[in-house]
């Protein structure tokens, strides 16, 4: 527990991604099982103590030190735990026990109950000195929130022992904390995990924005770029997963789907509901609004599920039988694909038609007429190009239709006035300085105080309020954890902003929670289109 708690300060008061790098990999070099694994576990946000709440800690301090004083502390830090740390009163005997393990410490918790919480992590904190109480209720709570990505300590695990973190981000989705296989893997004392025995998820392949590249399309495809969201959909050993593109198990969600795929297959496309409207260039698919109501539910009504139906329209194939074809080019991918059709269900898969076009010219037109909603532009695949994680330069490119949208990250948050004076509603946001996996830093491009429904402002505010990394005067600076799809009228050249761009009437167009904040735009992307 004493490393991890130094570990936590030092990462508070180091403010470089490299050096934020340097750090984790370090302590996961150095330190002993299964500490490291649990260490890991809190950084990706995969700590999970049923019985314990930030109401407990909250209970625990009002039996503890005079409540007046612990809510005015509490407002004044802003940080449960850090309050805690501090008030916390020094046992009045000399402690027998020497400070907890991390190991120890998940042993202890995992048997709490709701009931017996309070008492047995008050026995922790009596054993532990400020920083290690600091360090026990942040992992106890689950809830670590020093700005650590779960990628970047990926990227540090990585590094830690020099293995691809495209491998890492591979065997990820089968572990379970402590990691003791992954571990074992990475130093070089077990074979990398199966992956083969459950319906785990694959990272998706991405694409970039089309800005000045010169694309021949003799070596790409083009397809339509649907306007709903990316699954990917896993069945093995008679289960079925429908993942996000965060790699969300959102199965629950649409049964409808999970219930449709009996082949050993792991398959890529777009969820869409299906429209009214049959044929056309969208072939039956409604706009994003239907799909809408759809989202972030843990369970269906029979009148959704029939007003709202979903389906998915398959663009790629992983895996079948037990073969990864992910090595494969995308046009051999996409013939074993168009065979396996007619072995799916029709009324919950369909095809992502390719668009025939003789030359960029000739799709920039069909582009330009394509007016149906449920179409947000077009892709254009490398024909000889594999499935690989990630987003890879020249290999698959999305080119929108309506371009003046970007995706931005969260930095910081101010009230908003009148009827909004009691919510966090005005944004501050930006794009990546280069590439963050190289340690590229977020520059502030823009402000949007408008764009979001009255629940999505809760939502936000609440985001606001729990992300909070930093207090000036009435600013929250946030950990970088939110995206924003971000629209504007325009966008110009600036000296008075560090970005070297302004844009014009920013509102926010859709909040990306299935989208990890490295993935957002860079600043090249919104200069790209400046007029
Ligand atoms: N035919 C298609 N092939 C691949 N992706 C498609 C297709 N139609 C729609 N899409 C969507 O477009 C996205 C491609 O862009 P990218 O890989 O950059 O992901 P993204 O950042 O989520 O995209 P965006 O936010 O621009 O929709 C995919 O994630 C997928 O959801």
């Known amino acids: 527990m004493e490393r991890f708690a130094a570990l936590l300060d030092a990462l508070l008061l180091t403010p470089s991604r490299n050096g934020k790098l340097e750090l984790i990999a370090r302590y996961l070099r150095e330190s002993p099982d299964p500490d490291r694994g649990w260490a890991l576990a809190a950084l990706t946000s995969a700590v999970d103590f049923p019985a314990i709440k930030a109401g407990t800690v909250r209970t625990l301090m009002a039996s503890r030190v005079d409540p007046v004083l612990w809510t005015l502390s509490r407002d004044f830090v802003g940080d449960t735990a850090e309050t805690a740390s501090l008030l916390w009163p020094e046992p009045e005997q000399p402690q027998k026990d020497p400070p907890p393990t991390l190991g120890e410490v998940v042993d202890i918790l995992s048997q709490s109950t709701r009931g017996s919480a309070p008492i047995v992590l008050a026995g922790l904190l009596d054993r532990l000195d400020a920083q290690g109480r600091y360090a026990l209720i942040k992992f106890a709570t689950g809830a670590l929130r020093i700005g650590i990505s779960a990628r970047l300590a990926k990227v540090a695990f990585a590094q830690a022992f020099a293995v691809p973190v495209d491998e890492v981000e591979e065997y990820w989705h089968g572990q379970q904390p402590p990691y003791s296989d992954l571990f074992a893997w990475a130093a070089g004392s077990a074979p990398p995990p199966r992956t083969d025995l459950l319906p785990l998820f694959r990272p998706f392949m991405l694409a970039h924005p089309l800005e000045k590249e ?59 509901i299906r429209g009214s409207a049959q044929g056309g260039e969208a072939g039956g698919a409604a706009s994003f609004n239907a799909l809408q109501q759809r989202l972030g539910r843990k369970a269906v009504s029979k009148t959704l599920l029939a007003e709202a139906p979903a389906f998915v329209r398959l663009y ?36 992502s038609r390719t668009i025939d076009a003789k030359d960029m010219d000739a799709l920039a037109e069909i582009r330009a007429g394509a007016r149906d909603a449920a179409i947000e532009g077009v892709m254009l695949k490398h024909r000889q ?52 996996d190289a340690g590229a830093e977020l520059l502030p491009v823009g402000k949007a105080y408008f764009g979001f429904t009255d629940e999505e402002l809760r939502f936000l505010d609440r985001h606001v309020r729990q992300h909070t990394v930093a207090k000036y005067g009435p600013v929250r600076e946030t950990d970088r954890s939110l995206v924003f799809e971000v629209a504007f009228d325009s966008v110009h050249l600036s000296k008075r902003h560090k970005s070297g761009v302004a844009m014009r009437f920013p509102r926010i167009h859709r909040i990306r929670q299935d989208k990890p904040a490295h993935e957002a735009d860079r600043l090249e992307t919104l200069r790209a289109m400046v007029t």
């Not at 991918?333 to 059709?341: F, I, P, S, V």
């Open 214 to 272: 010169t694309i021949d399309l003799a070596d790409y495809v083009a397809e339509w770029k649907w306007d709903g969201i990316r699954v990917q959909l896993v069945h093995v050993g008679g289960q079925t997963r429908v993942y996000s593109r965060g790699g969300d198990d959102i199965s629950a969600s649409f049964p409808e789907i999970a219930g449709a795929l009996h082949l050993p297959a792991v398959l890529d496309g777009e969820l869409l």
């Open 316 to 351: 790629d194939l992983l895996i079948l039988n037990g073969e990864d074809l992910r090595e494969l080019p995308w046009s051999q991918r996409r013939t074993r694909l168009e065979e396996l059709l007619p072995h799916l269900d029709p009324a919950r898969f369909d095809l």
């Open 385 to 436: 190009s594999p499935y690989v994680a990630g987003r890879r330069t020249g290999l698959w490119y999305k080119w929108k239709r309506e371009p003046l949208l970007i995706d931005c990250v969260l930095m910081y948050a101010q009230r908003g006035s009148g009827k909004r004076s009691s919510f966090y509603s005005d944004f501050t946001f930006g794009c990546w300085n280069g590439d963050p």
